[in-house]
């Protein structure tokens, strides 16, 4: 199942999921920081798959201003986003996943490093940790595992297009821009069954990124 705000988004990744040997796949438009919205979207892809055993939550957006310019709206635009729909789909597999399951959750670097004017952003990817960890010890009856990817520069229209970057406030070193593939290996590693014994973790896929002093 594949949620996107937009719905050609999920489209396009219901489709690329065929096309690498998924026998089915199912795409919706979702607000992810509607409640109502979840829940209904949710219940339509369990009536015809049944409910996930793997949930990614990797919606994100990021704004860029500084604290003195933020409004209460745009901190409340940026948590919805990343960090409500998390919450929400944790909630709802807490109540669902009868057999177990796994909930892999896509952070960031800003979650532990971050840069000025994103902090609605860095404050909500470090709230997605905390998240991460009391979730993964009240999914432990459930048989649940809960872990956390902190990805650094991934190449994408979200790094490409961030303000931050186009001033060159925040430096990005073509040597540590990663891939989609790269993020993706490691949450399959985390949804597998290799990772049984990894939970509450934060794993961070930055190409050393943040290994520099």
Avoid: C
Wanted: hydrophobic share 45%.
């Amino acid at each position: 199942m594949v949620f996107d705000h937009r719905l050609e988004n999920a489209e396009k990744g219901a489709q690329a999921a065929r096309q690498a040997g998924a026998t089915a796949a199912y795409s919706a438009g979702l607000d992810i920081g509607d409640e109502d919205a979840v829940v209904a979207a949710l219940e339509q892809g369990a009536r015809e798959f049944g409910f996930p055993d793997v949930i990614v939550n990797n919606a994100g957006a990021m704004g860029s201003k500084s604290i003195a310019d933020l409004t209460v709206d745009d901190w409340l635009s940026t948590l919805r986003v990343d960090l409500l729909g998390a919450f929400l789909f944790t909630r709802e597999a807490f109540k669902q996943m009868k057999n177990g399951g796994v909930i892999v959750n896509v952070a960031s670097i800003h979650a532990i490093e971050t840069t000025s004017n994103a902090a609605p952003y860095a404050a909500a990817k470090a709230a997605m940790l905390s998240l991460t960890r009391t979730a993964s010890i009240e999914g432990k009856d459930l048989r649940i595992r809960v872990n956390a990817v902190l990805p650094g520069a991934i190449d994408t229209p979200m790094l490409r297009e961030n303000p931050n970057v186009k001033s060159g406030n925040e430096k990005i070193d073509e040597r540590e821009v990663g891939q989609t593939s790269d993020i993706a290996e490691v949450i399959a590693f985390l949804a597998s069954d290799e990772a049984r014994f990894v939970n509450g973790a934060s794993i961070v896929a930055d190409g050393g990124r943040i290994a520099r002093l």
